[in-house]
């Protein structure tokens, strides 16, 4: 017989902040979200609530969340406005990325992207396109730049 782990007394944290901003903000103004485009200050929101930096540890700004509790919140913000979820769940991707491999790239943008002083999306070139290109990465003075066009973007112009 397998025993389940014990339920907490009481919820984490960013639970009850997903709760609460689910219930205040998301829930109430779903359907317009829904019929026009997210608005920044729903981004805003979850910024303040610490929700940007839920798995991004702890000494860069994030709130290190065990994995369980990052798959709740995101549970609770996806039911209660997906246009919203899809955004900041699209910025989840990097910091994830950022906070399990060290790269130069980690010690610059993981602080700003877990704190939300930097909002992040995701963009396609075009999985189909080869042989063609249509984005190149180039080194550009300690950094990179890129040349080319992105047809699909996330964050309806947000990040």
Not at 44 to 64: I, Q, T
Not at 142 to 156: C, D, K, L
Request: glycine share 8%; proline share 9%; charged share 20%.
């Amino acid at each position: 017989m397998t025993s389940l782990p014990p339920v907490p007394s009481s919820p984490h944290p960013l639970v009850t902040r997903a709760q609460r901003l689910a219930c205040d903000l998301l829930v109430p103004n779903a359907e317009r979200v829904d019929q026009g485009e997210v608005p920044a200050s729903h981004i805003a929101a979850v910024k303040r609530s610490g929700l940007l930096g839920v798995s991004a540890p702890k000494r860069y700004g994030g709130a290190e969340a065990p994995v369980a509790v990052a798959r709740e919140t995101a549970e609770i913000l996806a039911g209660a406005c997906c246009s919203t979820w899809f955004v900041q769940t699209q910025h989840q991707t990097p910091v994830k990325m950022l906070a399990t491999y060290d790269s130069p790239a980690r010690a610059k943008l993981l602080r700003p992207l877990a704190t939300g002083g930097l909002l992040a999306g995701i963009a396609y070139a075009h999985v189909r396109a080869f042989p063609r290109v249509p984005v190149r990465a180039a080194a550009d003075r300690g950094g990179w730049r890129f040349e080319g066009r992105v047809p699909w973007y996330t964050g309806w112009g947000l990040n």
